[in-house]
């Protein structure tokens, strides 16, 4: 029986990425994302894992393989196929991509009703509940960086990809040799975004009342305008 079985360290891990996964996808939905791609959800993992102490969270992952089309985490993409078979999340536009190291696939990600009911039980804990609403805030501070109202479609995809790749972590990260993309090069290290957002929330608290939510938005707006100057 599961309840007679040891949990080890590694299926420890697993679950916790099972969960951060599940939130991220639900969060973007919530927050009013386009539906997530397989480049812009390892995109968005990279900068959750390089803010995530801002809230008080330990990063799931030190480090991401640097690729063509930005930061992957093969963990991560091995619980996306755990969750599409589950039933937790549909996949729509699929296309496989045959690799001799990792199973990888492309296409377009949504929660399902079984996926949400699932992200409820999951937030019933202490930390559940905190790292959803963080994902959330981060989301959130996506889609207000990023919605246009003066255009016809609320989001261009191209440009919020870019705002996503302009974070102070992913950017010190490529300026670096190697094949893997360093978040923190010691395990409890304080990231370049990590002190973006407490450069910014001292200079916010100095002259009004300010949350963590409210830190993170202007933080991804100054990242969109750096894309427009670029």
């Given at each position: 029986?599961?309840g007679?079985?040891?949990?080890?360290k590694?299926?420890?891990?697993?679950l916790?990425?099972?969960?951060w996964v599940?939130?991220l996808?639900?969060?973007?939905?919530?927050?009013?994302?386009?539906?997530?791609?397989?480049?812009?959800?390892?995109?968005?993992?990279f900068?959750?894992?390089?803010s995530?102490?801002?809230?008080?969270l330990?990063?799931?992952?030190?480090?991401a393989?640097r690729?063509?089309n930005?930061?992957?985490?093969r963990?991560?993409?091995?619980?996306?196929?755990?969750?599409?078979?589950?039933?937790?999340?549909?996949?729509?536009?699929?296309?496989?991509?045959?690799s001799p190291?990792?199973?990888?696939?492309?296409?377009?990600?949504r929660v399902t009703?079984?996926g949400?009911?699932?992200?409820?039980?999951?937030?019933?804990?202490?930390?559940?509940?905190?790292?959803?609403?963080f994902?959330?805030?981060?989301?959130l501070g996506?889609?207000?960086a990023?919605?246009?109202?003066?255009?016809?479609?609320?989001?261009?995809?191209?440009?919020?990809?870019?705002?996503l790749?302009?974070?102070?972590?992913?950017r010190?990260?490529?300026?670096r040799?190697?094949?893997?993309?360093?978040i923190?090069e010691?395990?409890?290290e304080?990231?370049?975004?990590?002190?973006?957002?407490?450069?910014?929330?001292?200079?916010?608290?100095?002259r009004?009342?300010?949350?963590?939510?409210?830190?993170?938005?202007?933080?991804?707006?100054?990242?969109?305008?750096?894309?427009?100057?670029?």
């Open positions: 029986m599961l007679d079985k040891a949990l080890l590694k299926d420890y891990e697993k916790q990425f099972l969960r599940l939130f996808v639900t969060a973007a939905e919530a927050a009013g994302l386009p539906a997530i791609t397989r480049e812009r959800l390892h995109a968005l993992l900068f959750s894992f390089a995530s102490r801002f809230y008080g330990r990063p799931l992952r030190q480090r393989q690729t063509p930005g930061p992957y985490y963990a991560a993409h091995l619980t996306l196929g755990y969750l599409v078979f589950a039933g937790l999340i549909e996949v729509s536009a699929f296309k496989a991509h045959p190291k990792d199973l990888q696939f492309e296409g377009t990600f009703a079984e949400l009911r699932m992200s409820r039980l999951f937030r019933q804990t202490g930390t559940g509940e905190r790292m959803y609403k994902l959330l805030d981060l989301c996506t889609a207000r990023m919605s246009n109202p003066e255009s016809d479609l609320e989001f261009d995809n191209e440009d919020t990809d870019r705002m790749a302009q974070d102070l972590t992913f010190a990260a490529l300026a040799a190697g094949k893997a993309l360093i923190e010691q395990p409890g304080i990231t370049p975004t990590v002190k973006g957002l407490r450069s910014i929330d001292t200079y916010l608290r100095e009004t009342f300010v949350n963590n939510k409210d830190v993170l938005a202007a933080y991804q707006t100054l990242l969109r305008d750096r894309v427009k100057v670029a």
